[in-house]
């Protein structure tokens, strides 16, 4: 009888993200019902088994903020800032988007980035129930949660309805299924959502032990216009309405004053550099969060701003930032990959179930192949993930102990099939 479900055996380097940034040399690891259950110097015996050598095991990457559906409108929104990409980009969502279609761009989005070693993301966006059925379907670990503005949006749904279908997401999720996630409500903005909105949405949120997700502090104009409107800063708003006493996620977070870091003990900052740095919304000090106690995890963002869901590429660039900003020898490539990972985890409440390689933690877990010429040699193995590794070095993805990418194709979905799909779907779009 084999001891485990899986053994990934003999892996060149075994980056564990552990609070002691264990890196392991020819380390195995075991799997059984979906856990870690064994890491180890021996060769270990699975029902399914995976030869490593010649690769890096790292946990999977967790991708802190996106709008997987908008993989569809990739490339529809160049050349504008923040607000000239909501405008156009509402308006092309306006033409085309249903819970059928951004059921579809979630497949597309969730495989791309599956393949790419992300395994976790939260995503932000309209039909999370069909989101969620998309994602699921190719085998991602999909924080969704229900989505607040203002005014009726494409699903049509006024402000009570809107309430009404947050208080039942727990049931609707558990019918789906899928990898464990925690709850998550998602008002958009403080610039969609009233400041009385924003007050029902902590109640709620206090009702369901949930979590908050939301767009905050993106671009300067945002900062003024939530200014002008309520003479308060989006992360005073917040505060106010009681969104700061749940733990909470701010999507971006570029302008955040001393006094807001004040404000944010139970707010972590999803830094999508790729994003901010094509819309020109500013540069996240995310050293001096990270001095402030706030945890920082990294995003990509939905691919109609930053057009694609590349969380190499984020981390690369944030890496850039740190050094621009605060100076080369301030920036350890560690610390930006475990921002991807366990930081990450901890940004989203959950880092005592993935984002690290510990036994008892589930086996999200990816290979790195390093047989590239621009792979060899290591001389610092973080440096070789963060600065010289890209998404085509992934070779096999793990959710749960599932193998949903091997040898760099999706096991769980048919990418012609979803071409097709996706290019008729899109045909419409003028
Ligand atoms: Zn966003």
Redesign the pocket.
């Known amino acids: 009888m084999p001891d485990f479900d899986l053994a990934i055996n003999n892996a060149d380097y075994l980056v564990t993200c552990n609070s002691k940034g264990e890196v392991l040399r020819n380390s195995s690891i075991g799997v059984r019902n979906g856990k870690i259950a064994e890491i180890s110097s021996a060769t270990l015996t699975g029902k399914e088994n995976l030869d490593a050598r010649g690769k890096i095991i790292a946990p999977g990457l967790i991708n802190t903020?996106?709008?997987l559906a908008m993989t569809l409108l990739r490339g529809w929104a160049e050349g504008v800032d923040l607000q000239g990409f909501l405008e156009k980009v509402w308006a092309a969502e306006g033409a085309i988007m249903d819970g059928p279609t951004a059921e579809l761009g979630t497949k597309l989005g969730a495989l791309e980035a599956l393949l790419g070693g992300t395994t976790t993301t939260l995503d932000?966006y309209l039909f999370p129930e069909a989101t969620h059925r998309g994602a699921v379907s190719a085998g991602l670990r999909h924080v969704a949660g229900p989505i607040f503005f203002d005014f009726p949006g494409l699903d049509g749904m006024e402000w009570p309805a809107r309430l009404e279908f947050a208080r039942s997401w727990p049931e609707r999720l558990r019918k789906i299924g899928g990898p464990k996630i925690p709850t998550y409500l998602m008002p958009h903005a403080t610039y969609t959502c009233s400041p009385e909105h924003l007050i029902e949405i902590a109640e709620l949120a206090q009702e369901l032990d949930a979590s908050i997700h939301i767009?905050i502090s993106?671009n300067e104009k945002e900062n003024q216009d939530v200014k002008e409107r309520y003479s308060k800063s989006p992360t005073q708003l917040l505060k106010d309405s009681g969104i700061l006493n749940r733990h909470c996620v701010y999507?971006?977070g570029v302008h955040l004053s001393d006094a807001d870091l004040k404000e944010m003990k139970n707010a972590a900052v999803a830094h999508?550099p790729g994003?901010n740095l094509k819309l020109a919304s500013g540069i996240a000090k995310i050293e001096k969060y990270r001095r402030n106690g706030i945890v920082v995890g990294l995003g990509t963002?939905?691919c109609s701003?930053s057009n694609d869901l590349d969380m190499w590429i984020v981390m690369r660039l944030a890496g850039y930032l740190v050094a621009q900003t605060n100076g080369p020898e301030n920036m350890a490539a560690e610390s930006i990959f475990r921002m991807a990972t366990i930081d990450g985890a901890a940004a989203l409440g959950m880092a005592d179930s993935i984002g690290s390689l510990e036994i008892g933690k589930s086996a999200d877990i990816i290979t790195i192949d390093l047989n590239s010429p621009h792979l060899i040699p290591i001389h610092d193995v973080f440096a070789q993930l963060v600065f010289a590794a890209g998404r085509s070095d992934v070779n096999d993805v793990f959710v749960d102990g599932v193998g949903v990418v091997r040898d760099r194709r999706s096991t769980q979905l048919d990418f012609e099939e979803l071409r097709a799909e996706v290019i008729n779907r899109i045909s419409t779009l003028k």
């Open positions: 903020h996106t709008h932000m767009h993106e999507g971006h999508c994003s963002d939905g701003s």
